[in-house]
């Protein structure tokens, strides 16, 4: 008996094979079907690559109503095998129709109709069902299955393929509730023997044609052909041509789908970023999308000015934004006052809810986005913090034709891989470094990027407000920050968020070290945030100073250098701190700041370490000074070390000038921090060596010359006013 059955099994196993190569199926019968009530975005992705492939495809209930229950949490989807029972029948005669049945929301494709349908062919089946690692609905039912040696067992119902006569007679026997489980009706067919030996249906168990993602993410890996992107079964060594993000795996579906098919590929970079753009080039100003603009200041931030100043400077007509902000900060208060009062004609609609109103950042959240979601007329609603630097002018236009339906830019804090976004998620909720999140924080992947969370600065569309997040609340639940609880409600509503790297945006600034209790806090910020304290505290000019063909530099006296370096703002702030602090030495040769007690030329000052600001003028000589003196003095190469660091105040009713003398320094940097002829009368400088006087020095220009033997000089009287200027001794 037993040799008789070896030779039915492996005349069997001949013909099978004999068909399958016999059998050339054509992609022209091959009608792809799918079940989805709304466009939803994951339905707009899967229709996109159904398009890139050429596949024909048709699309059961969409406009109807959902009664298959809530499938995301529990068993149901009947009413997809009812759609599909109704379309097979018409169907039914056609031997040679091959279907392909997938769900839609969660799935893409990652080839074309003839590798599935010779992979199909090749399996040897009339019905393929894609497998899986787990047995649901009913875990029961579990052992019931054929064992496998390799390969997943379970059968899963988000995608299936098969003649459309066999699929037909399949879904005919169909006599239950919409909300009924469909998986669990198909698994019922496959484990009856009899059923799974007349349809000749199999599971693809090494994920040839159909790969889920659940219970099976660390199999996948990308792999990156030649202009085009594949996902590779590591475990089974196979390339899948449908992938499906099944159960919990939706946001590792829209992490491979940032990149399959072509989506992003190494060759030509973002592949679909062109697409459905809305450009509004030749808008008229009246004509522009209504754009609710809400600001909250939750924590004491640094560059609070100029961060506000950037709302006035937003290349977007003014008449088409609704300013909100929310302040919960008293310090920031005056900057908010300063700022009402130089751009209140721009913004006179503007909703300022202030610290006094004790107002919780969830509320106050949930109050500015209710005004855009109550409001037909609004078009945008665009969200950003203070710790968010927006320089580029044009971010509210790109974000708009982008076209997408939650986009934000994508920020990072200077020198640092904190972002704005987060590239995947921890199981329980929290951050996760995806793949390729340093690639996208450094600019070398650059695209349009579905990611799981975003924060700080976003534009949402209204209309999505007003449908898709109609009915939920986007900030408010108890034990969760607000940001966690807004990302988390736009996942559970199927909502895509992008993240933008497409364009310079700006940056993100550093507050944790920011001391509101000094004067101009954002003085101390050259570390946190140098490009922020570059522009707010170094000269306009100071770029020129290493551009070839520029006479920016001067040298009034022999090896005597002239050079732009502290900003307006930077002298009166440095100035003002002095003052206020106010411990100046009466410029008496005795001085305790120093290791000797003794001043052989004593001034009127003050030193940078009594304010505490030491470290951080170190850090202003080593990365603007330094590089002038090499450029300058050829061939020293400075250290830019110094000791002595002081403001300097000459008044003539108490120290008018300085006798002659040589500096104890290897070169000296002299910066006037105020102005000649308006805020005093005479002062300047004199090398005696060379009888060479500088009388008019300018706000913000440094001196630079050598210290010690050739430079001989003195400080000229101030006959009027006050005088300050910023001292160094550097490297001596």
């Not at 159904?50 to 969409?62: D, I, S």
């Not at 019922?188 to 099976?216: E, V």
Request: glycine share 6%; aromatic share 12%; hydrophobic share 35%.
């Amino acid at each position: 008996m037993a040799p008789c059955r070896l030779l039915w099994l492996a005349a069997v196993c001949f013909l099978s094979s004999v068909w399958a190569e016999q059998r050339k199926l054509s992609p022209e019968k091959l009608l792809v079907l799918t079940a989805a009530t709304e466009e939803t975005d994951g339905f707009k992705r899967f229709v996109r690559t159904v398009a890139q492939f050429n596949y024909t495809l048709k699309v059961l209930g969409l406009g109807e109503e959902w009664k298959g229950g809530d499938v995301a949490r529990t068993v149901g989807g009947g009413q997809k095998v009812r759609w599909l029972k109704k379309e097979l029948l018409k169907h039914s005669e056609d031997q040679e129709l091959v279907v392909l049945f997938v769900d839609s929301y969660d799935v893409i494709f990652a080839a074309g109709p003839d590798e599935l349908l010779s992979k199909f062919s090749s399996l040897g089946h009339r019905v393929v069902f894609s497998a899986e690692g787990f047995c649901w609905p009913d875990q029961r039912l579990a052992s019931k299955y054929p064992e496998v040696h390799s390969g997943k067992r379970y059968l899963n119902s988000g995608g299936f393929v098969g003649f459309a006569s066999d699929l037909g007679a399949i879904v005919q026997q169909w006599k239950f509730k919409d909300n009924d489980d469909d998986q669990l009706f198909y698994t019922r067919i496959y484990l009856d023997r009899n059923q799974r030996t007349r349809f000749n249906m199999t599971l693809d168990h090494h994920s040839r044609i159909f790969q889920n993602l659940n219970g099976a993410i660390d199999e996948v890996v990308l792999k990156f052909e030649r202009a085009k992107v594949r996902v590779r079964n590591v475990a089974y060594d196979t390339l899948p041509v449908v992938i499906h993000g099944n159960g919990p795996t939706k946001l590792q579906l829209n992490y491979l789908g940032n990149y399959v098919p072509t989506a992003w590929t190494y060759e030509h970079g973002c592949g679909g970023c062109d697409q459905d753009l809305l450009p509004s080039t030749g808008v008229p100003d009246e004509e522009m999308p209504l754009v609710f603009v809400a600001v909250f200041i939750e924590h004491p931030t640094a560059f609070m000015e100029e961060f506000l100043e950037r709302l006035s400077t937003l290349n977007y007509p003014k008449t088409r934004i609704r300013l909100f902000i929310h302040n919960n900060v008293v310090y920031h208060e005056q900057h908010i006052q300063r700022f009402w009062e130089r751009h209140r004609v721009l913004f006179p609609d503007t909703v300022l809810v202030g610290p006094e109103e004790d107002l919780p950042e969830d509320k106050a959240r949930t109050m500015a986005i209710e005004a855009c979601r109550k409001n037909p007329g609004c078009d945008y609603f665009f969200s950003i913090d203070s710790d968010v630097a927006l320089t580029n002018p044009d971010t509210l236009r790109i974000l708009m034709e982008e076209n997408k339906p939650v986009i934000a830019p994508m920020l990072s804090k200077h020198g640092k891989l904190w972002s704005n976004f987060w590239g995947a998620l921890s199981p329980d909720g929290f951050y996760s470094r995806s793949e390729d999140y340093i690639e996208i924080v450094q600019g070398k992947r650059v695209g349009l990027w579905n990611v799981p969370y975003i924060t700080q600065v976003y534009l949402i569309k209204g209309s999505v407000l007003r449908s898709k997040l109609a009915q939920v609340s986007l900030f408010v639940d108890d034990g969760m920050d607000p940001d966690m609880v807004f990302c988390r409600t736009i996942r559970d509503q199927g909502v895509f968020m992008f993240v933008s790297n497409r364009d310079e945006f700006g940056r993100l600034v550093a507050s944790s070290t920011f001391n509101t209790s000094r004067l101009h806090p954002d003085m101390w910020q050259i570390f946190d945030n140098p490009l922020d304290w570059r522009e707010k505290y170094v000269h306009e000019n100071y770029s020129k100073i290493f551009e070839e063909g520029t006479s920016v530099v001067e040298q009034p006296c022999p090896d005597v250098y002239w050079f732009p370096a502290f900003s307006e703002k930077m002298c009166d702030q440095l100035v003002e701190t002095m003052e206020d602090y106010g411990q100046w030495s009466g410029g008496s040769h005795k001085d305790e700041r120093l290791a000797g007690g003794y001043e052989n030329v004593p001034t009127v000052d003050i030193h940078m370490n009594q304010i505490g600001f030491e470290k951080e003028w170190l850090k202003f000589l080593k990365d603007y000074i330094a590089p002038v003196t090499e450029k300058l003095y050829p061939g020293y190469y400075p250290k830019a070390h110094s000791i002595m660091n002081f403001v300097v105040r000459y008044r003539p009713d108490e120290q008018p000038s300085l006798r002659p003398h040589h500096d104890s320094s290897t070169f000296t940097i002299n910066i006037a921090l105020n102005r000649k002829g308006v805020d005093y009368q005479g002062g300047g400088c004199r090398f005696l060596r060379y009888d060479c006087k500088v009388e008019s020095p300018r706000k913000g220009w440094s001196f630079m010359h050598p210290g010690r033997l050739t430079h001989y000089h003195e400080g000229l009287p101030t006959t009027k006013g006050t005088r300050y200027i910023m001292v160094a001794f550097v490297d001596p």
